[in-house]
């Protein structure tokens, strides 16, 4: 036999040996199963971490592990269940410790939209990241991360699933993961979104809610207006996506009362008593309101705007000059009943019952029990 075709021979011995002891990794499939409103703008991803079906399914399944805590009890579905908008119904979240965290839990829903900056003082602007921040947090999920790794190398279906998505099972993969299933929580067929899709009319109080939810009022052309759409952009009715648009003050405290926010981040004073601006996604469903939860109905929270405003150096311009009327040195927004009435209703046109109850968001583990 010639020295080449015991070349080639060796050479394809070889190569069967290096397939066989290091499988390529399946290339991932591009997850296409959800739909992104055109209303709600350009969105974009990671460029390490495209959606794919392996990740979001992985990243289901983590998101509802009791695992993910350093007792086996708290998941991240115990601070954002899903018949709440992903919230949890409490004014200050309880993690492993038992000790109420400082602030209440936001909606996970749209997260893909609106200010990139994370938690109610913006510190981190990453999913992946604001993923891994509770696990490790003493209060909240207390979890070491070498510790977890090793619980889920124990566990077959997650060797299987993490090779599978990422080929390996890390702190990054599983941040990625976890931020792809947050990521596809797409709230977009509420009452309201039927009527912009042209499906069906609003009732004449929420029609005149949603004219009030649009409008800044002016009374030099006698506009009346409830001011909402200056701080929760229309369709997301969040916050303003650009730099920290999306954080503001909004009359909560007194200057001497004044909370850190976001000049936790930025370390301006400037940006002292700022929080992000949430969704109204949900809103009815998202009880209590407020980074501290301290209303508890809408109608607290719409008296707050229509009366019971603090003046502090931060708080937001856009409230300032927001009156109905023409009263100096009062900070009101002077709506009559019949107008706070018409606002909330609007408000509750925002809920969507298709996504507090979809399967393929729901709890994996009660389809397996």
Not at 119 to 136: H, K, M, T
Not at 290 to 315: A, C, P, W
Request: charged share 20%; glycine share 6%.
């Amino acid at each position: 036999m010639s020295k080449l075709l015991l070349l080639i021979l060796s050479g394809a011995v070889l190569l069967m040996l290096f397939v066989v002891f290091n499988p390529a990794k399946p290339p991932s499939t591009p997850f296409t199963a959800f739909s992104a409103p055109f209303v709600y703008g350009n969105f974009s991803l990671p460029i390490d971490n495209p959606l794919t079906v392996e990740g979001v399914e992985l990243g289901r399944r983590l998101f509802y592990d009791p695992l993910l805590s350093g007792n086996n009890r708290v998941s991240c579905a115990t601070c954002h269940q899903q018949h709440l908008a992903f919230t949890d119904g409490k004014a200050h979240s309880v993690g492993v410790s038992g000790i109420p965290l400082a602030f209440n839990s936001m909606t996970l829903a749209n997260a893909m939209w609106g200010p990139q900056h994370f938690f109610w003082d913006g510190r981190v602007s990453s999913l992946e990241e604001q993923a891994i921040l509770p696990i490790l947090h003493p209060d909240e999920m207390d979890q070491d991360m070498d510790q977890l790794i090793a619980e889920l190398e124990a566990v077959p279906v997650y060797v299987r699933l993490f090779e599978t998505a990422y080929g390996e099972i890390s702190a990054s993969s599983i941040g990625r993961a976890l931020a792809s299933f947050e990521r596809i929580l797409i709230s977009a067929n509420s009452k309201y979104d039927q009527y912009l899709r042209g499906e069906l009319k609003l009732n004449a109080t929420e029609e005149l809610g949603r004219k009030l939810f649009m409008a800044h009022p002016d009374v030099k052309v006698n506009l009346r207006g409830g001011n909402c759409i200056d701080c929760h952009s229309q369709f997301l009715t969040s916050g303003f996506k650009d730099k920290f648009d999306g954080f503001l003050n909004n009359g909560l405290d007194t200057e001497e009362n004044l909370q850190p926010g976001l000049q936790s981040v930025t370390g301006q004073p400037s940006d002292r008593g700022k929080f992000k601006v949430p969704s109204l996604r949900n809103i009815a469903l998202t009880s209590p309101y407020m980074h501290d939860g301290r209303f508890t109905t809408l109608e607290q929270v719409l008296e707050h705007y229509n009366g019971q405003i603090k003046y502090s150096s931060t708080l937001s311009p856009l409230i300032v000059e927001a009156n109905n009327e023409q009263h100096q040195g009062t900070l009101s927004l002077n709506l009559s009943e019949d107008e706070k009435v018409a606002i909330i209703a609007f408000l509750h046109t925002l809920t969507d019952h298709t996504f507090i109850k979809d399967p393929s968001i729901s709890d994996p583990f009660a389809e397996e029990r």
